[in-house]
């Protein structure tokens, strides 16, 4: 089943990035779009900061029940491998 994780963050200014994270067992899909652009980014890789926020995010929903621990474990897993390459 796929899952869609989305928050917004302020950089500097007045300007908004949004960040979309579709989960679809084994795979994450990362999406970008800042305030000042009209497309969404596909290829941008997530910062360890995306990473450690994303991770947050779904332990939080984990917590109250709206995720299988699969997920859970999944964004745990590509998390680790994302920090060694």
């Not at 009209?38 to 709206?66: F, I, K, V």
């Amino acid at each position: 089943m796929q899952r869609q994780v989305c928050w917004t963050e302020r950089l500097e200014g007045r300007t908004k990035r949004e960040i979309r994270v579709k989960v679809h067992n084994p795979n994450l899909k990362w999406q970008f779009k800042i305030s000042t652009c009209e497309r969404w980014d596909y290829d941008t890789p997530p910062t360890p900061a995306d990473w450690d926020a994303l991770l947050e995010r779904m332990e939080n929903r984990y917590q109250r029940r709206n995720i299988p621990v699969e997920d859970l474990e999944l964004v745990r897993r590509l998390r680790r491998e994302a920090m060694v390459k």
